[in-house]
């Protein structure tokens, strides 16, 4: 069985640029969450989505953003990119929402110069 | 505030020592506290518990949850040079939040 799949795997932008990142879920996975680490700090919770609706967002402004497609992959979107949003993004997906085990991708690299 | 606090932020042990993470959360509504083993980029699943008192075991691995105390510890017994990694506690709590502490780093050197 695949795993969770995330693309792509680096990403170098530069500021005020726009960043699109994938993720697609395992098979039969509902619910898509996406965090952000950054260099020296843990994971922070971004975004959580099940059934295409978006559940929960974290602390994080506007700009990060993104969406559920009715095959269950998500896209997160980061607009007017900033230096600090370097970090690796990381995906999960669950079968049900929020209190089972979550299965996490690889990772996408984002550096911002 | 909601808050998850891990102990120690790090650890440096010899290969064969036990090691004990610990996870204390400030929540409302609890309802979950899952371990994760970080070693490059993706977290790997180690248990989820949601009872107190209710031992979870994998090998040479344990956690224990302690729901009036409000904290989780992770047993990692004959530590090997592979568990060396960041372990992490995430806490999700009232209808739909989630929560990650910052982690513990453990070094395992032979």
């Known amino acids: 069985e695949a795993g969770v799949t995330q693309s792509p795997t680096h990403l170098i932008k530069t500021r005020g640029q726009q960043a699109t990142l994938r993720c697609s879920p395992i098979s039969g996975h509902t619910s898509v969450y996406w965090y952000q680490q950054a260099l020296g700090l843990g994971l922070q919770f971004l975004l959580w989505y099940d059934e295409g609706e978006e559940r929960n967002r974290g602390n994080f402004p506007p700009r990060f953003s993104g969406r559920q497609f009715p095959n269950y992959s998500s896209e997160l979107n980061v607009n007017a990119l900033e230096l600090e949003d370097s970090a690796l993004y990381l995906c999960?997906?669950?079968?049900?929402?929020?209190?089972?085990?979550?299965?996490f991708g690889p990772g996408t690299r984002l550096t911002v110069l | 505030e909601d808050k998850v606090v891990q102990s120690p932020l790090s650890l440096v042990v010899h290969e064969g020592d036990t090691v004990t993470l610990n996870c204390s959360y400030e929540v409302t509504n609890f309802r979950s506290l899952l371990w994760y083993k970080q070693e490059k980029k993706a977290p790997t699943f180690l248990f989820m518990l949601t009872s107190s008192g209710i031992e979870k075991k994998s090998g040479r691995l344990s956690s224990i949850l302690d729901k009036k105390e409000l904290f989780s510890i992770l047993n990692i017994t004959a530590t090997q040079t592979g568990d060396s990694a960041i372990y992490l506690c995430l806490i999700s709590y009232n209808t739909d939040k989630l929560i990650f502490g910052t982690g513990t780093r453990l070094q395992v050197f032979p």
């Open positions: 999960a997906s669950s079968s049900t929402s929020g209190f089972n085990e979550q299965f």
